[in-house]
């Protein structure tokens, strides 16, 4: 039996049309040159009667669970969890453009679902990424590590912020950074980058940035952070070395977390433990 057989066979016993097949995206190919594609089945839509019953049936007839994609994307490993995210991004833009901008009329996708063309007017529309910069601040001997009121128990992250339209990445930097902590940024490095599904399709772009000499008083802005502290290097190596964190301060623990492993944040701070320094971007 093809794969094409097996799927209509399935969607047929989930009460769906084979011609949902025909929304799947293409997310990417094997080294053996074997196509992945992605598909929405709605399971999770507000407006489908079954949905719970459902998504009951597709756990029993394929052995699995449903969990919470953000839970899921830091349990995969590295090239199952790009996969994943880049599904959930392309398959959330493309239920979001169905209508063209401009004449109000129906779009439609292409076969790989890499765009979507309006037939009235031609008008092609692309996936969009937005730019976000992470940056961890250090004063040279702590990094400053914040935390938002969204975040889990005892969470503590990078700053973070979207880059506004007309701004370059170091001028995204330094405005983000005095923005939330009131700090002004002396030298800035490039680190890495990642894609992250949420919000939306966002281009994580991590950094490094060391804050003026004797300038590391704090002002907090509280509406967008909850806490920000400087955290020494020891005692951010100790939670990195934690293999289960607890949520609460125990005798002679630092009280706080950081996040998972895969998160670019996470091997930001891991950077700046182990590789003190880096190359500054040019000015």
Same mark, same amino acid.
């Given at each position: 039996m093809s794969i094409r057989h097996e799927l209509e066979r399935l969607l047929g016993k989930f009460g769906q049309d084979s011609q949902i097949l025909e929304d799947s995206v293409l997310i990417g190919c094997s080294e053996q040159q074997e196509a992945w594609f992605a598909l929405d089945l709605g399971l999770n839509s507000s407006s489908s009667i079954n949905a719970s019953l459902q998504k009951a049936e597709v756990e029993t007839a394929l052995q699995g669970s449903f969990i919470k994609l953000t839970k899921a994307l830091f349990e995969l490993n590295v090239k199952d969890a790009s996969l994943l995210s880049t599904a959930q991004a392309l398959l959330r833009w493309h239920d979001a453009h169905q209508f063209c901008s401009r004449s109000g009329q129906p779009t439609k996708k292409n076969v790989s679902g890499s765009k979507r063309v309006c037939p009235s007017n031609n008008i092609i529309y692309y996936p969009q990424v937005a730019p976000v910069v992470i940056t961890l601040?250090?004063?040279?001997?702590?990094?400053?590590?914040?935390?938002?009121?969204?975040?889990?128990?005892?969470?503590?992250?990078?700053?973070?912020?979207?880059?506004?339209?007309?701004?370059?990445?170091?001028?995204?930097?330094?405005?983000?950074?005095?923005?939330?902590?009131?700090?002004?940024?002396? /030298?800035? +490095?490039? %680190?890495?980058? !990642?894609?992250?599904?949420?919000?939306?399709?966002? $281009?994580?772009?991590?950094?490094?940035?060391?804050?003026?000499?004797?300038?590391?008083?704090?002002?907090?802005?509280?509406r967008e952070l909850e806490a920000a502290a400087w955290f020494s290097r020891d005692e951010v190596a100790t939670?990195?070395? /934690?293999? +289960?964190? %607890?949520?609460? !301060?125990?005798?002679?623990?630092?009280?706080?977390? $950081?996040?998972?492993?895969?998160?670019?944040?996470?091997?930001?701070?891991?950077?700046?433990?182990?590789?003190?320094?880096?190359?500054?971007?040019?000015?």
């Amino acid at each position: 039996m093809s794969i094409r057989h097996e799927l209509e066979r399935l969607l047929g016993k989930f009460g769906q049309d084979s011609q949902i097949l025909e929304d799947s995206v293409l997310i990417g190919c094997s080294e053996q040159q074997e196509a992945w594609f992605a598909l929405d089945l709605g399971l999770n839509s507000s407006s489908s009667i079954n949905a719970s019953l459902q998504k009951a049936e597709v756990e029993t007839a394929l052995q699995g669970s449903f969990i919470k994609l953000t839970k899921a994307l830091f349990e995969l490993n590295v090239k199952d969890a790009s996969l994943l995210s880049t599904a959930q991004a392309l398959l959330r833009w493309h239920d979001a453009h169905q209508f063209c901008s401009r004449s109000g009329q129906p779009t439609k996708k292409n076969v790989s679902g890499s765009k979507r063309v309006c037939p009235s007017n031609n008008i092609i529309y692309y996936p969009q990424v937005a730019p976000v910069v992470i940056t961890l601040v250090s004063d040279g001997t702590r990094c400053l590590l914040v935390r938002q009121s969204s975040f889990p128990k005892g969470m503590y992250s990078a700053l973070a912020g979207f880059c506004d339209i007309g701004e370059s990445l170091e001028e995204t930097v330094r405005r983000e950074i005095a923005e939330e902590v009131g700090l002004e940024v002396d /030298r800035l +490095h490039y %680190s890495a980058s !990642q894609h992250w599904p949420f919000p939306h399709s966002t $281009l994580m772009i991590a950094c490094h940035a060391t804050v003026k000499p004797g300038q590391t008083e704090l002002q907090v802005n509280l509406r967008e952070l909850e806490a920000a502290a400087w955290f020494s290097r020891d005692e951010v190596a100790t939670v990195l070395r /934690r293999n +289960h964190p %607890s949520n609460q !301060q125990q005798s002679g623990a630092v009280p706080f977390r $950081l996040p998972p492993k895969l998160a670019i944040a996470h091997q930001l701070i891991k950077e700046w433990v182990e590789k003190p320094t880096c190359s500054p971007l040019p000015a």
